[in-house]
């Protein structure tokens, strides 16, 4: 990523809980819940873990009122450990404004230092263990959930909706019912081609792509699901390409697939100000 942009969290965590183990820690309280959405309200946000790694943990977001769905958010970053789902929170703050239920999610990722130790298959491993965490948590109602992705998130959005099909997650419990993908990393062996992220794909699977063709979302076109690709025409750290080859062959696929071409950069599709969101709500309103 050449530019980071560094959002406000917007929200206040709580309370805790456990699942399946681990050790919790509190975070701060701070900004306009709303996210700028006038008179929206939220609920509390809880921080619960699904493994016992410290980076296997999520951030549940409530609306105060009855919720539309569960929307996973899935921050990006290139799959690296300098970044965390701290991008995520406007995001989970807003979508809890709009009367979603937001469960932003973090994983381990690849690099060194406070959140490594992911990559293939140890990222995916946490994404799913992460989405079927769900089930755990009461009075959630599981008949919609969308994964909503930035970037690498993207890829991991898109990936998730398809993994139950794959033989190492073919039991995951938890379906999603639609992904959306921000500015994803959809076609790896494009990624790779045009070194997005100076060789982060690469570094994420740790072989070529054709020797692990399970991590690429192009290569697992059709999905049985809704995939809507909300991209910046202007993006230079993923091209607007990534999601339109996607998109052209999942349809010729026969998959429900749909591209939403918005104006801006990598960005501006994580900034709860933007137009760009409020496309995004509004893709997610027909979901």
């Excluded at 701070?30 to 946000?45: E, K, N, R, W």
């Excluded at 076109?221 to 809507?228: K, T």
């Excluded at 910046?232 to 349809?251: E, H, M």
Aim: net charge negative.
């Amino acid at each position: 990523m050449r530019r980071r942009r560094f959002l406000s969290l917007g929200s206040a965590v709580v309370g805790s809980t456990v699942l399946g183990g681990g050790v919790l820690a509190a975070c701060s309280s701070g900004g306009d819940p709303s996210g700028g959405d006038g008179g929206a309200t939220m609920g509390s946000v809880e921080r619960i873990t699904y493994g016992t790694d410290p980076a296997q943990f999520a951030e549940l977001t409530r609306p105060t009122g009855e919720s539309r769905g569960v929307v996973v958010v899935i921050h990006g970053g290139f799959w690296r450990a300098e970044y965390d789902l701290s991008l995520g929170r406007p995001l989970a703050a807003s979508l809890a404004a709009k009367g979603w239920t937001a469960w932003n999610l973090e994983y381990r990722r690849i690099g060194s230092g406070k959140g490594s130790g992911g990559g293939w298959p140890q990222t995916p491993d946490d994404v799913s263990a992460g989405i079927d965490a769900l089930a755990d948590v009461e009075d959630l109602d599981l008949s919609r959930v969308v994964t909503l992705g930035h970037s690498a998130g993207g890829h991991l959005a898109v990936w998730a909706a398809g993994r139950q099909r794959l033989d190492r997650w073919r039991d995951a419990r938890v379906p999603v019912t639609a992904a959306v993908s921000q500015a994803g990393v959809l076609d790896l062996v494009g990624a790779v081609r045009e070194d997005l992220g100076a060789g982060a794909v690469e570094g994420f699977l740790g072989a070529p792509v054709a020797d692990v063709p399970d991590a690429d979302p192009l290569q697992q076109v059709p999905l049985d699901v809704p995939v809507w690709c909300v991209h910046g025409r202007a993006d230079t750290n993923v091209p607007y390409s990534q999601s339109r080859t996607y998109v052209d062959a999942a349809r010729a696929a026969g998959a429900d697939a749909n591209l939403a071409p918005v104006d801006g950069d990598h960005f501006v599709v994580i900034d709860p100000q933007s137009e760009a969101w409020a496309s995004t709500l509004t893709v997610l309103e027909g979901l």
